[in-house]
């Protein structure tokens, strides 16, 4: 979008997706708890329940059960429970994967102490119940891009502020975020609560610009004054976004705002010229040193005209991003 594009040069706000976006996205089983089950039957549910869903952590899981060569299970009555996690019917039981403030919200007793020991290491807990009953849990990691530190950095020697918008629990925000030193973290956000966080930070006058790749984005990329889509996003994030990268680097976000700053800087380095030189060239061609002498001809004319596009064209293909 031409126009959103132009505008990045004025962003002082930038509101970043964590999962996909800063991170790879890629998430890796390093913990499986299992308590009323095996471990291989414990994921073997889980495998089987995930297998629906294209979200990252289940691709983590999904990956780990084809790792393991297990079997799938019949899977019914799947459901995808905004901002809580997936439920479907398996074998005739209710399974829920869920994270802990269903757990919570529902007064389900479990190891708080290990879930904090994990979360405080940066990895995201699912948990699985079967007939509201726990019957373990599951730890997962994601890895931080390369060039998003790089990234964040760059922002804040530009003056702009980073923020972390994200519906994962707020240690494993909290992990990412301070080995990133984001200025602000927000996590365990639903996801039409992102659309709304975003309009208050408009509110307030700032110009932000939101980075994401996922359904549950959509609505704040639209609402954002610059939304950016990564490119190995969802179709419905790509066609909603005002710029979409063809690469996932964080760095990139980075580059959008330099290029429209230098684009802008060429716009009025060209203005001026183009100006300037008109303002000197009309007068002589219309012979206003006439009486001293000074005759410019028709063929001259054309030159100098032709002259004024030339530096023009050629000052727009020196066009550099600092």
């Known amino acids: 979008n031409r126009s959103t594009f132009e505008d990045a040069r004025k962003l002082n706000s930038v509101v970043f997706d964590k999962t996909g976006t800063l991170t790879e996205g890629e998430f890796g089983i390093t913990d499986l708890v299992a308590l009323e089950r095996s471990e291989e039957e414990l994921l073997t549910i889980a495998y089987s329940v995930e297998s629906n869903s294209e979200?990252?952590?289940?691709?983590?899981?999904?990956?780990?059960?084809?790792?393991?060569?297990?079997?799938?299970?019949?899977?019914?009555?799947?459901?995808?429970?905004?901002?809580?996690?997936?439920?479907?019917?398996?074998?005739?039981?209710?399974?829920?994967?869920?994270?802990?403030?269903?757990?919570?919200?529902?007064?389900?007793?479990?190891?708080?102490?290990?879930?904090?020991?994990?979360?405080?290491?940066?990895?995201?807990?699912?948990?699985?119940?079967?007939?509201?009953?726990?019957?373990?849990?599951?730890?997962?990691?994601?890895?931080?891009?390369?060039?998003?530190?790089?990234?964040?950095?760059?922002?804040?020697?530009?003056?702009?502020?980073?923020?972390?918008?994200?519906?994962?629990?707020?240690?494993?925000?909290?992990?990412?975020?301070?080995?990133?030193?984001?200025?602000?973290?927000?996590?365990?956000?639903?996801?039409?609560?992102?659309?709304?966080?975003?309009?208050e930070l408009i509110k307030k006058g700032r110009k932000v610009a939101m980075t994401g790749d996922g359904v549950n984005d959509a609505p704040s990329l639209a609402k954002a004054n610059l939304g950016i889509a990564i490119g190995a996003g969802t179709d419905v994030a790509i066609e909603t976004a005002d710029v979409i990268l063809v690469k996932s680097d964080p760095l990139d976000v980075v580059h959008i705002i330099k290029l429209s700053k230098a684009t802008f800087r060429k716009m009025i380095q060209n203005l001026i010229w183009a100006t300037g030189y008109n303002a000197i060239a009309l007068p002589l061609a219309a012979g206003i040193f006439y009486h001293q002498g000074i005759i410019i001809s028709p063929a001259l004319g054309a030159v100098l005209m032709s002259l004024s596009t030339i530096i023009v064209a050629i000052n727009a293909r020196l066009l550099k991003i600092d």
């Open 55 to 199: 979200h990252p952590i289940a691709k983590g899981i999904v990956n780990e059960g084809k790792k393991r060569s297990l079997d799938l299970r019949d899977v019914s009555d799947y459901q995808n429970l905004t901002g809580k996690g997936l439920q479907a019917t398996v074998d005739g039981n209710e399974v829920m994967i869920v994270g802990p403030g269903h757990l919570k919200s529902e007064k389900i007793p479990f190891d708080e102490y290990h879930y904090e020991k994990l979360a405080q290491q940066g990895k995201t807990v699912v948990f699985l119940l079967e007939n509201k009953r726990l019957i373990g849990y599951i730890a997962l990691s994601d890895i931080i891009r390369d060039t998003a530190k790089e990234a964040i950095d760059t922002l804040k020697s530009m003056g702009i502020e980073s923020i972390m918008l994200t519906g994962d629990n707020q240690r494993a925000a909290s992990y990412v975020g301070k080995k990133l030193n984001m200025d602000t973290i927000i996590a365990e956000v639903l996801p039409q609560e992102k659309s709304e966080i975003i309009d």
